[in-house]
């Protein structure tokens, strides 16, 4: 009976986790604040929960790939910031697209580099670079401002052939996780990379052939690369460059992808789960709004609720 519950709550591979409980969670919560709440179906208030989730989906979806092998990623929020104020500095699309891109593809083959190369703690590693980022930011854009390409703001305030485009937003974030973690080797490799740390066995992937640091390398330029489309997102929503609008993203993130079953240390998690995750965190904040609760209570509720979902993973395997 436990087994048959536990194969409901992960689906048919282990290795997904328990994407299912936190499915539930939202049915919950959604249903607790239609009872509560006048707001909760209206299209207005959908529509600005989507555009609330989004920029965290995104984020949580290139944490996982890091979270897969093992590590974390702390350096995403200044990456987030960092990218709006490039955007914000008012030369063409063409270039300053592309340009955000090449830049958190360098912050994060350096984030790889310094963990699988420099053999430099996850966290460590990621919280230096999170301050460099910053610095460079504050230097770029002191306080928020600037002029953001049209193309941007209407990427993601426009419709495509009459669907929302935080709709295609999702889509596009999904389908292009999903090809690299079901349908290339490179995400059957970050599985593998990561079930060996899990279970005491780092060696495990490389005896077979798998080259454990490119992979971990690439893991973080993943990480860095989501992080910086979730940049262009909140760019094209506040149509400016803030330096303090990824402040807390990266703890968000990885609290989205913790809540989606994927496991800490490394190895077992599903892109479902993530994203499912990522609602119910903005589910959450929500529905606080609507239910008027104090900000700086919805912040300690947040952090309680990583403090919770970490508690049930050991610190030893996580490597903490």
Sequence with gaps: MKQALFNIMTGPQSRQGLWALPLLMALAIILFLTI???????????????????????TAVGQMFVVLVGGLDLSVGSVISFTTAILALGGPAYILIPAVFLLAALIGFTNGIAVARLNVHPIIATLAMQYIILGVTLVLRPVAGGSVPRIVIDSVSGTFLGVPMQVCWVVVTILIAWKLLYRSRYGLHLFAIGGGVASGMEDA???VG???RRNVILAYVASACFAAAAGIFLAGRIVSGDPAVGNGYELNAITAVAIGGTQLSGGIGSLHGTVIGAFV?????NGMTLLNVSPFVQTAIQGGILLLVVAVQTRRKMGL
């Design 205 to 207: 992937a490389r005896n």
């Design 281 to 285: 965190l903005a589910l959450l904040s």
């Design 210 to 212: 798998i080259r454990v």
């Design 36 to 58: 509560r709440t006048d707001h909760m179906l209206r299209p207005d208030n959908l529509f600005n929960l989507l555009a609330q989730a989004m920029p965290l989906i995104i």
